[in-house]
T-cell receptor, first 110, second 112 residues
Framework: QKEVEQNSGPLSVPEGAIASLNCTYS??????FFWYRQYSGKSPELIMS????GDKEDGRFTAQLNKASQYVSLLIRDSQPSDSATYLC??????????FGTGTSLTVIP | DTAVSQTPKYLVTQMGNDKSIKCEQN?????MYWYKQDSKKFLKIMFS???????INETVPNRFSPKSPDKAHLNLHINSLELGDSAVYFC???????????FGEGSWLTVV
């Protein structure tokens, strides 16, 4: 079992819609969770981090964490074509190492 | 200035060759990583170094040997390259105690 699992997609949403990205992790003791965005041919960049259960909002992005279910999600409201990218979920586990999911490819259709 | 820089960015080489990828970070971080990203976008950790000491080696073949001459540099040497080594290799760094990982721009390795 991989440390972090994501649906690889691809996920397509129309411009202006809400995109929902999901992630599960295996190490129940993990404390820190992240979403990275990776444009084609570029390196991953951090867009959100979340450490406690519940929702965390930053502009059009909302990260949601449920530690009991070992589940992390990212909602992108009012999706824009510029949001088209691969979104990588990352988890910092109890060994203080960072593990990434396989990424979900998102396409926002104008 | 680029915070985490890798060279070369592109590398095409034949099977059986030995090659190196260099990485330098100017952020003053004490933890550095090598990640491998395959064609399916899976970003897999290979090595983690903290203050020049190897912390983790995630079931990487011993053809891969990291070398850290100082805490600002983490180079990756690969012996006897195989077709399956074709991937993008990302160097990254992080300050111990902080949660943000900074990635280099990646090195595209193609083995033919």
């Amino acid at each position: 079992q991989k440390e972090v699992e994501q649906n690889s997609g691809p996920l397509s949403v129309p411009e202006g819609a809400i995109a929902s990205l999901n992630c599960t992790y295996s190490d129940r003791g993990s404390q820190s969770f992240f979403w990275y965005r990776q444009y084609s041919g570029k390196s991953p960049e951090l867009i959100m981090s979340i450490y406690s259960n519940g929702d965390k909002e930053d502009g059009r992005f909302t990260a949601q964490l449920n530690k009991a279910s070992q589940y992390v999600s990212l909602l992108i409201r009012d999706s824009q074509p510029s949001d088209s990218a691969t979104y990588l979920c990352a988890v910092q586990n109890t060994g203080n190492q960072f593990y990434f999911g396989t990424g979900t490819s998102l396409t926002v259709i104008p | 200035d680029t915070a985490v820089s890798q060279t070369p960015k592109y590398l095409v080489t034949q099977m059986g060759n030995d090659k190196s990828i260099k990485c330098e970070q100017n952020l003053g971080h004490d933890t550095m990583y090598w990640y491998k990203q395959d064609s399916k976008k899976f970003l897999k950790i290979m090595f983690s170094y903290n203050n020049k000491e190897l912390i983790i080696n995630e079931t990487v073949p011993n053809r891969f040997s990291p070398k850290s001459p100082d805490k600002a540099h983490l180079n990756l040497h690969i012996n006897s390259l195989e077709l399956g080594d074709s991937a993008v290799y990302f160097c990254a760094s992080r300050q111990q105690g902080a949660n943000t990982i900074y990635f280099g721009e990646g090195s595209w390795l193609t083995v033919v």
